[in-house]
């Protein structure tokens, strides 16, 4: 369990990705399906669990499926969510200006309805929004706090100059600054480390990398020139798997197999032992797939571990 940031936000070291929710296709399309993985995360020790108004189909269905799933063990529970990418009407009219005092309150509400809930513990601008003055977003999130509806605070996809902004702006402005970035960052995609990562130390901010599993390459479950498995996510992806780094994916499963452990305890392992690194989100469909994954943070890479890693996998490369 960490704290995010330098707040009273308590959460688990691994956190569940609820982009599956509602995903035609997938294990947890359906109600039952998403109380079953929602159940299980709960019993792996998963506490956080993040999702954002945009998410399942039709937009909004993963927040719904969500707040029905967690019916009953909400105390239990940390929910993210986001806001600030097009809900196509689904929050109201935005014109484009989806950080806006108006739009943010109008998001929030939904969000609460379709989660069933009185709060929400994290709430995140999903993207920066270039027509909307960033003070005017941070004072919306304030009064939300102020308000109740909100507990917390943080940003998603901010690059490091811009979260330092938002760090001094709402020093500025004399409200809550973000507890919380969430950007991709993986063992092969570490370009957070350039300037993110830094920023996050500066300001108090922890990391919730988003995709540590590289889209499923980091599983094991893929393997250069061979088809994927049948209903995996990279599935009829061809040009992904083409253009995966296979030299460090063949590396890094040889690094796995000298330790006895899987690729999954190695790419989580390694992310929730980074300096700076909340809980690391990683989506999961059934719940043997989130409790693989509570338990992969179990991995303690030792120093040789890490300067191995970083062999295989340079720091700040993408």
Request: hydrophobic fraction near 40%; charge should be positive.
């Amino acid at each position: 369990m960490r704290h995010l940031g330098e707040s009273g936000l308590v959460v688990s070291a691994v956190g569940l990705g609820c982009n599956n929710l509602g995903r035609p296709g997938t294990a947890a399309e359906s109600l039952a399906g998403a109380r079953a993985l929602v159940r299980g995360a709960l019993e792996a020790g998963i506490t956080l669990f993040d999702v954002a108004d945009v998410y399942g189909a039709p937009r909004g269905r993963s927040e719904e499926l969500l707040g029905q799933a967690l019916s009953g063990r909400r105390d239990h529970a940390v929910i993210a969510t986001k806001f600030g990418v097009d809900m196509q009407g689904g929050n109201g009219p935005d014109f484009g200006a989806r950080g806006s005092r108006g739009y943010v309150r109008r998001a929030v509400e939904s969000s609460l309805r379709r989660l069933n809930t009185d709060w929400i513990d994290l709430y995140q601008l999903h993207r920066p929004d270039p027509r909307t003055p960033l003070a005017e977003t941070l004072t919306a999130l304030d009064d939300l706090v102020r308000d109740g509806l909100v507990r917390y605070a943080g940003v998603c996809n901010l690059a490091g100059w811009q979260l330092a902004d938002a760090a001094w702006t709402a020093r500025d402005a004399r409200v809550r600054a973000p507890v919380s970035a969430q950007n991709h960052y993986s063992l092969l995609e570490r370009e957070a480390e350039r300037e993110v990562l830094p920023a996050c130390a500066r300001f108090g901010v922890s990391l919730l990398p988003y995709f540590p599993l590289a889209n499923g390459l980091l599983t094991g479950k893929y393997a250069r020139g061979a088809a994927p498995p049948d209903g995996s996510r990279l599935a009829g992806r061809q040009r992904m798997l083409l253009d995966a780094p296979w030299d460090r994916v063949e590396r890094l499963r040889a690094f796995a197999a000298e330790r006895g452990v899987a690729m999954t305890s190695v790419a989580i392992g390694w992310l929730a032992a980074q300096p700076g690194v909340g809980s690391v989100i990683a989506g999961a469909t059934t719940a043997e797939q989130a409790g693989t994954n509570a338990a992969a943070a179990r991995w303690r890479p030792t120093p040789g571990d890490l300067a191995a890693l970083d062999e295989i996998c340079p720091p700040g490369r993408r």
